[in-house]
């Protein structure tokens, strides 16, 4: 979806993505708010067979990487390869088997329950499906109090002076409190979910595919919500989607991972504009270009790549490069050797023996 779609979708042009894009170059210059070291996710399965031999699914295999305050790092990539489980990792909603993450300077990967407890008001998470995550038989006013009475936020009528405010901010009627899920559509509901995430005043939201359910012009309409709450509150957002053409709107720099490894990560627009993984090649290669028939697209077409082979399994990874049973330009050395994420150029960093460079 590009950037005119999701305007004109909700009816406001081009101005507001266009001015979330250009606030993105002050953002970048922040101080490092989330950091994760060779974070790991491992899940043990049943013995297989009769070797009896305990396998393991690597659904993050060492991921590094930094956020810093006040931007948005996107996270993309095909489905299965790890985005959500390395969102809730961030967050300690799910336990590391390995590495490390720091938050606002403090190591939160071995904190206990309690003493992680006065952190989690700092980091929320908007999760992907807006009606599943709604409890059905609690009114949408107790749900965005919740936060507030786990974290006792105050007494009953700062509670609800509070729920009335969260419900003004993201858009919601305060004659909407009492109403049940069910009774919300499914752009209300996801900003019932984003009230919610605001509540304790987080400096970071993990918002996991935040829209992926939602239609196209509700997409618009969430995201440019999404927009202005960062603008208001100096929120730090983890964005991940699968979505290309809406993560680039929304992104400052884009980590892209495939089989639980980030294989590149760059700006957003220097990723779009001259990709150095393949596979980044190839998800770029995929993404329409939609001309309106008054303006000449950027730049030539490109060429459409078409990956052959299937994703390897992530119980059986690939010796080597991950990527190299699908990689067009794979070498003797691609089988041999893990490449490691590595710089290569304008603060970028690749994962690739022999990163692809512009002509």
Do not use: W
Not at 33 to 59: E, S
Not at 92 to 110: H, K, N, P
Not at 175 to 202: C, K, M, V, W
Request: net charge negative; proline share 6%.
């Amino acid at each position: 979806m590009t950037a005119q779609n999701i305007a004109a979708a909700d009816g406001t042009g081009d101005a507001r993505l266009d001015g979330a894009d250009d606030a993105g170059d002050d953002r970048l210059d922040g101080d490092v708010l989330l950091r994760a070291t060779d974070v790991t996710k491992h899940y043990l399965l049943r013995a297989d067979g009769l070797a009896r031999r305990r396998r393991v699914l690597r659904a993050v295999d060492g991921v590094s990487l930094e956020v810093r305050a006040g931007e948005t790092l996107g996270i993309v990539g095909e489905s299965g390869c790890g985005k959500s489980t390395l969102g809730r990792c961030l967050v300690r909603l799910t336990e590391l088997t390995g590495g490390r993450v720091d938050f606002d300077g403090q190591d939160i990967s071995t904190l206990s329950m309690r003493r992680l407890r006065p952190v989690r008001p700092g980091m929320q998470l908007v999760f992907q499906d807006p009606q599943a995550s709604l409890n059905p038989r609690r009114r949408a006013g107790d749900i965005v109090a919740e936060p507030l009475l786990v974290h006792r936020y105050g007494d009953g009528a700062a509670v609800r002076r509070r729920v009335a405010e969260l419900f003004d901010v993201v858009g919601l009627a305060a004659g909407h409190l009492d109403r049940y899920p069910h009774e919300f559509s499914g752009g209300q509901r996801q900003r019932i979910g984003i009230a919610r995430a605001l509540a304790t005043n987080p400096k970071l939201i993990v918002a996991d595919e935040p829209v992926s359910a939602l239609d196209v012009s509700i997409q618009a309409q969430v995201l440019n919500l999404f927009a202005d709450l960062q603008e208001e509150f100096a929120l730090t957002y983890v964005f991940i989607a699968h979505d290309l053409g809406v993560v680039r709107h929304v992104s400052d720099r884009i980590a892209v991972m495939y089989l639980g490894e980030i294989v590149e990560l760059a700006e957003t627009e220097a990723l779009y504009e001259a990709p150095h993984h393949p596979y980044t090649q190839a998800l770029l290669s995929a993404v329409p270009d939609i001309d309106d028939g008054d303006a000449v697209a950027d730049g030539p077409p490109r060429e459409r790549i078409v990956l052959t082979g299937e994703v390897p399994n992530p119980v059986d990874k690939p010796t080597g490069c991950p990527f190299r049973t699908r990689c067009p330009y794979a070498r003797e050395l691609c089988a041999l050797e893990r490449p490691r994420l590595t710089p290569t150029g304008n603060g970028r960093r690749t994962a690739c023996h022999y990163p692809l460079t512009t002509a």
